[in-house]
């Protein structure tokens, strides 16, 4: 099974709320990733988490906020955004963050902000 | 030296024909070249990928083929079909670094 799964798929949020996007994966894999990616345009990573610890922050603005509680589990909090931070939100995962080979992708959350 | 570039970046072809598109690469570091297809509204999902080992790897109609030594690798689809109309990205990661990827190409198989 290399399911990662996202919640929720859709998400319409003003600039001054506060959500939470959140990932899963049971595939027993200690690297977890969040990708930010934009209309006809490659992922772009934002966070990369190592065995629940966070190992690479690619600059992204204090607005955005992950979470590892667990192995299985990965959130991101998110609080007065932009209407350009409107995009699609990926969770992706691999084995160990040492072997980002084989990276799975979870749908990804559609984020609006209006 | 993290670049890796990708062509073209749209790409029409009739059902049964082959798509193609290519990748090169500049991180003679890299090691690890995986391709990913994109539908609409979905995650990416992990298509195939070789090593530098081999020049080539086919897993049912789709095959890379890697030249190690100009630093390029290209997708090669089969027969297409319409239900391949995707964006496609090709990759580049070596251990203990993320993965670098191309600007993606957007393939549409007409019937």
């Known amino acids: 099974d290399t399911e990662v799964t996202q919640t929720p798929k859709h998400l319409v949020m003003g600039m001054t709320n506060k959500k939470s996007l959140k990932c899963e994966q049971h595939m027993g894999h200690r690297a977890m990733y969040w990708y930010k990616q934009k209309a006809k345009k490659p992922p772009e990573l934002m966070f990369v988490?190592?065995?629940?610890?966070?190992?690479i922050n690619e600059s992204v603005p204090s607005r955005f906020s992950p979470e590892c509680p667990n192995s299985s589990l990965l959130n991101l909090h998110l609080h007065a955004l932009q209407p350009e931070d409107s995009a699609l939100y990926l969770c992706?995962?691999?084995?160990?963050?040492?072997?980002?080979?084989?990276?799975?992708f979870g749908p990804g959350t559609r984020l609006t902000v209006t | 030296q993290q670049q890796v570039k990708q062509s073209p970046q749209s790409l029409i072809v009739q059902k049964g024909g082959i798509s193609i598109i290519n990748c090169a690469y500049e991180?003679?570091?890299?090691?690890?070249f995986p391709w990913y297809q994109q539908f609409p509204g979905k995650g990416p999902a992990l298509l195939i990928a070789?090593?530098?080992?081999?020049s080539e790897k086919k897993e049912g109609r789709f095959t890379i083929s890697f030249n190690k030594s100009a630093k390029q690798f290209s997708l090669h689809i089969m027969d297409s079909q319409p239900g391949d109309s995707a964006t496609y990205f090709c990759a580049a990661g070596r251990a203990g670094n993320m993965l670098t990827f191309g600007g993606g190409t957007r393939l549409m198989v007409k019937p």
């Open positions: 070789i090593r530098p080992d081999v």
């Open positions: 988490y190592s065995y629940e610890k966070l190992s």
């Open positions: 991180n003679t570091a890299f090691d690890y």
């Open positions: 992706a995962s691999s084995q160990n963050r040492d072997s980002p080979y084989e990276q799975y």
